[in-house]
Nanobody
Framework: VQLQASGGGLVQAGGSLRLSCATS????????VGWFRQGPGKEREFVAR????????DYTDSVKGRFTISMDDARNKVYLQMNNLKPEDTAVYYC???????????WGQGTLVTVSS
C-alpha cells in the first residue's frame, strides 16, 4: 500500500487549502484513511478519518466545522478540505490507512501547511 500526500503550502489566516492523498495497493488496507498532523514542537495528532466502506467521517474537535474529509474511490484519492485556517493549524500533514478502525499501518510522506497570521 502506498500513500502520497500533496497540496500543502503557505496561506494566510482565514484562507483555505485542499490536501490530497493518493492511495494505491490492496483495497482492504485502505478501509480507513486518516489525516494526522504534527506541528512545530508538538506530538503527532489525529485530524480526521473516513471509512471507505460507509463514508463515515470523524474529526478532532479543533477542526470540526472547518475541515472536511472526503474520498473519490474511483480515483483512489482522499481529500482534506481546510477552510478558515488558523496559525495553530500549521503542521506537517500526513495521510495514513489501515484495515480496521484506529489502526493505521501505512503512512505517506507529509505535506507542510503553514498558516501566517
Amino acid at each position: 500500500v502506498q500513500l502520497q500526500a500533496s497540496g500543502g503550502g503557505l496561506v494566510q489566516a482565514g484562507g483555505s487549502l485542499r490536501l490530497s492523498c493518493a492511495t494505491s495497493g490492496r483495497t482492504s488496507s485502505r478501509n480507513f484513511v486518516g489525516w494526522f498532523r504534527q506541528g512545530p514542537g508538538k506530538e503527532r495528532e489525529f485530524v480526521a478519518r473516513i471509512n471507505r466502506l460507509g463514508g463515515i467521517t470523524d474529526y478532532t474537535d479543533s477542526v470540526k466545522g472547518r475541515f472536511t474529509i472526503s474520498m473519490d474511490d474511483a480515483r483512489n484519492k482522499v481529500y482534506l478540505q481546510m477552510n478558515n485556517l488558523k496559525p495553530e493549524d500549521t503542521a506537517v500533514y500526513y495521510c495514513a490507512s489501515g484495515v480496521s478502525l484506529g489502526t493505521y499501518n501505512f503512512w505517506g510522506q507529509g505535506t507542510l501547511v503553514t498558516v501566517s497570521s
